[in-house]
Each structure stands twice: as structure tokens, then as C-alpha cells.
């Protein structure tokens, strides 16, 4: 299975609510990214959160990463219809730069 | 603002052709990826490169080849296109392979080989 694994696979709230998604990983990393894509379109970066930091925020976005049980969550807060899109979770490996993602999640914020 | 574009968003070949998906970035960046993106197989690495000439063979590189020429430039070549090509295909670039960074992608290529 891939390096990174999204879950849930699907997630559907209402505007004004927060939206939590998980992502597991199997190797040592670098750093752990979150991405963003809307219907058809390309990947945007939203969020890099190093090896040796546990928490970062940006904005409404606020990411954990558990180098222990090799697990990282993605909370967005105060979801707007605006947020829908699918939620991409990316690790780069410590032996490249490359970067290996999951199969994402799909986040739909119903107004 | 880096941009990132490809040359084609929608694209119809015929199985056995010869196809060139283009991509450009205009940040001056060092490395350039290939995926594709299947639903419930996320995005796959084909090729990469770090440098001008230089390529290194990513997850599924079978059946693709590609060209960089030069730096701002990454060409995927489908050498003859089959039905399981069939897909949507992500072209990035990212800065320095030695610091942590993040990839900018385009916009994507759906590609439909009949």
C-alpha cells in the first residue's frame, strides 16, 4: 500500500463545523505535507510540518504530526462551503526529496 | 507567484500513437515531476529530475519516457499510447532538492486514448 494513507475516504459537514482528517505513514520522513485539490484541477500546497515539529498552524488550517505512531491529522475549523475539495496528504522520505502521497481525502461542506 | 503550465488540458489520442505532454515552470526551479492520477490510486510518481538531462525513473515508469532540455522545460512521452493511459496527468516542480520544499503543480493534462 502507498506511503500515505488518507482517512476517512469520503467526510461530509456542515459549514460552521470542523473538519478532521488522518493520514498514516510507514517510513522515516523528513517532513510531512498537506495538499489541496479542487474538482480537475492541479495540487496547491497548503501546510509542511518538519520531523521534529509536533504541531503547526496557518490560518484556519492546524496540523499534528506523531512521529511515534507515524500519524499526521489536518483540522480545519470553521469549514466553509469554500474548503470543499479533496485533502492530499504527502511525505518526503528521508533518503530523497521525492514525495510520496495517499489517496486523499474527499471533504464536502454542505452550506 | 510560480506557475506551472501544461500544454494541453484535455487531450485525445488514438492507441499506438506518439503523445508529448509539455510542461513549463518559470521559477527557475531545480527539480520537475511527472504523475498521473487514477481514482483510489491517488497520484503516482513516473519520472522526475533534478537537474537538465538528468532523469530517474519514479514508481511506474513503464510504457513513458521523458526529456528535459532544458530547465524551465519537462517532456512526458507515451512512446505508443494504450487504453491504460487513459488518465489525468500532474506535472510539478519543486526548488532544491536540499531544503525542505513544498512541489507547485499545473493545472493537469486528462488525457483519453481511444
Known amino acids: 500500500s502507498q506511503q500515505g494513507e488518507e482517512d476517512p475516504q469520503a467526510l461530509s459537514i456542515q459549514e460552521g463545523e470542523n473538519a478532521t482528517m488522518n493520514c498514516s505513514y510507514k517510513?522515516?520522513?523528513?517532513?510531512l505535507q498537506w495538499y489541496r485539490q479542487n474538482s480537475g484541477r492541479g495540487l496547491v500546497h497548503l501546510i509542511l510540518?518538519?520531523?521534529?515539529?509536533r504541531e503547526k498552524h496557518s490560518g484556519r488550517l492546524r496540523v499534528t504530526l506523531d512521529t511515534s505512531k507515524k500519524s499526521s491529522s489536518l483540522l480545519i475549523t470553521a469549514s466553509r462551503a469554500a474548503d470543499t475539495a479533496s485533502y492530499f496528504c504527502?511525505?518526503?522520505?528521508?533518503?530523497?526529496?521525492?514525495?510520496?502521497f495517499g489517496e486523499g481525502t474527499q471533504l464536502t461542506v454542505n452550506p | 507567484d510560480v506557475k506551472v503550465t501544461q500544454s494541453s488540458r484535455y487531450l485525445v489520442k488514438r492507441t499506438g500513437e506518439k503523445v508529448f505532454l509539455e510542461c513549463v515552470q518559470d521559477?527557475?526551479?531545480?527539480?520537475m515531476f511527472w504523475y498521473r492520477q487514477d481514482p483510489g490510486l491517488g497520484l503516482r510518481l513516473i519520472y522526475f529530475?533534478?537537474?537538465?538531462?538528468?532523469?530517474e525513473k519514479g514508481d511506474i515508469p513503464e510504457g513513458y519516457s521523458v526529456s528535459r532540455e532544458k530547465k524551465e522545460r519537462f517532456s512526458l512521452i507515451l512512446e505508443s499510447a494504450s487504453t491504460n493511459q487513459t488518465s489525468m496527468y500532474l506535472c510539478?516542480?519543486?526548488?532544491?532538492?536540499?531544503?525542505?520544499?513544498?512541489?507547485?503543480f499545473g493545472p493537469g493534462t486528462r488525457l483519453t486514448v481511444l
Open positions: 504527502a511525505t518526503e522520505e528521508t533518503s530523497g526529496s521525492r514525495l510520496t
Open positions: 510539478a516542480s519543486s526548488e532544491d532538492y536540499r531544503r525542505y520544499n513544498e512541489q507547485f
Open positions: 510540518i518538519r520531523s521534529n515539529e
Open positions: 521559477m527557475d526551479h531545480e527539480n
Open positions: 517510513t522515516s520522513i523528513n517532513n
Open positions: 529530475s533534478y537537474d537538465v538531462k538528468m532523469k
